[in-house]
């Protein structure tokens, strides 16, 4: 008799190259098939128990998959679809136009990303995706930040396309819109770990936030030999993700098999990120995702990572103790800044050095799950 070995499905996750083995039939274990929908209005209700009730949901949608659908938040439409055209606008440039803000040129990896030169996961060129990020700059009027950068400030600078004038303005209109948006839901997030609502308040003055503008050309194979974006999860506390209107991103269950999470009119994508699944202990699950354009249409997304003050330590909070504490207690912007080089191990902050440990793990095969 043969013993079958079961398929694996490789990804990072935590920064660490991991596999799940794929289960099927008798061996499949209880976890998600679809990705809950979330009416997340209550949360702007005067009353408490409305937004607990928001909560309970949420709380329940981050233990079990951690991913939702939000449905009803308050970021209007025509600012969302605004949005979408100035980022095609953008990404519709000549080369030369994009290349001069290059994420090379940025101290704080800001600006313009060509296709290929992330690889997430996966034994193809790279990730078949251009992108444009942003993101908290005390320098910038736009962003009201409750102090003045000094002098010795760490240099966290925006890079803008100076050949498209009207960018900065409408992705600062999505910006402080979504911003505000996210602050609101991470006093959800604190009631969904019983916790006080502002309990995480005085973390999330001055956020570490990015937005990423994504523009996936269709592949050219349908399978994961050529991927959109690799196999990973998200180092933050939650991402918004605003997909436009092309289906690709796909969600890892417990089995190891990839659940869709296609666009739905009126909602944001909503995923724990590692932050949230330290200071929880695991309680809510930073969930394994990727993006595959097997569409034959050219995708845009616009993901919102929403991260703590640089300043914030990372600390598991009083209730998820119970089983001891699975991580020490970290400076969020060291931590952030680490896991952003190994993503982008290629800047020349890097001086030079070898890919991190991120790019460099063993093979695949060589992992057990
Ligand atoms: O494009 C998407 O839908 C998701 C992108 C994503 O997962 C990321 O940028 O971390
Ligand atoms: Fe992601």
């Known amino acids: 008799m043969t013993i079958k070995e079961p398929e694996y499905v490789y990804y990072h996750a935590g920064g660490k190259r991991g596999a799940r083995p794929v289960l099927l039939g008798a061996a499949a274990k209880e976890t998600f098939s679809s990705i809950p929908v979330v009416d997340v209005s209550g949360m702007f209700s005067k009353d408490i128990e ?29 600012v969302v679809g605004n949005t979408f055209e100035v980022v095609k606008n953008f990404f519709a440039m000549s080369h030369e136009d994009k290349m001069e803000i290059h994420i090379h040129k940025n101290p704080s990896i800001r600006g313009y990303e060509p296709l290929y030169e992330t690889k997430m996961e996966g034994a193809g060129k790279g990730d078949m ?26 240099k966290r600078a925006n890079a803008w396309p100076s050949a498209y004038p009207g960018f900065r303005p409408a992705m600062y209109d999505y910006f402080n819109r979504v911003k505000a948006f996210s602050q609101a839901l991470m006093r959800i997030f604190a009631l969904a770990l019983d916790l006080p609502e502002n309990f995480f308040d005085a973390a999330i003055s001055f956020l570490m936030l990015g937005i990423r503008a994504l523009h996936y050309p269709p592949q050219e194979k349908p399978n994961a030999d050529d991927i959109g974006l690799g196999a990973h999860t998200d180092y933050d506390f939650f991402t918004l ?51 595959l354009n097997k569409s034959g249409e050219e995708r845009y997304s616009m993901p919102f990572f929403f991260s703590p003050n640089r300043e914030a330590m990372l600390s598991v909070v ?52």
């Open 50 to 78: 409305n937004r607990k009730k928001v909560a309970a949901e949420v709380g329940k949608a981050c233990r079990e998959v951690g991913f939702f659908y939000a449905k009803n938040h308050n970021v209007p439409e025509e």
């Open 129 to 154: 995706k251009e992108a444009f990020s942003f993101g908290d700059d005390p320098h910038e009027p736009e962003q009201n930040a409750p102090f003045k950068p000094g002098p010795d400030a760490p």
């Open 241 to 291: 993700v605003q997909q436009e209107n092309v289906a690709a991103l796909q969600v890892l269950n417990a089995n190891g098999i990839w659940i869709d999470a296609p666009p739905q009119p009126r909602t944001y994508v909503v995923n724990v990120g590692d932050f949230l699944s330290r200071i929880t202990n695991n309680k809510f699950k930073s969930t394994v995702h990727r993006v």
């Open 318 to 369: 009083p209730n998820c103790r119970d089983k001891g504490q699975i991580y020490e207690d970290i400076n969020a912007g060291d931590y952030f800044m680490e896991r952003l080089k190994a993503a982008r191990w290629q800047h020349p902050s890097n001086n030079g050095k070898p890919a991190p440990l991120v790019q460099d793990m063993p093979t695949a095969q060589a992992i057990t799950a």
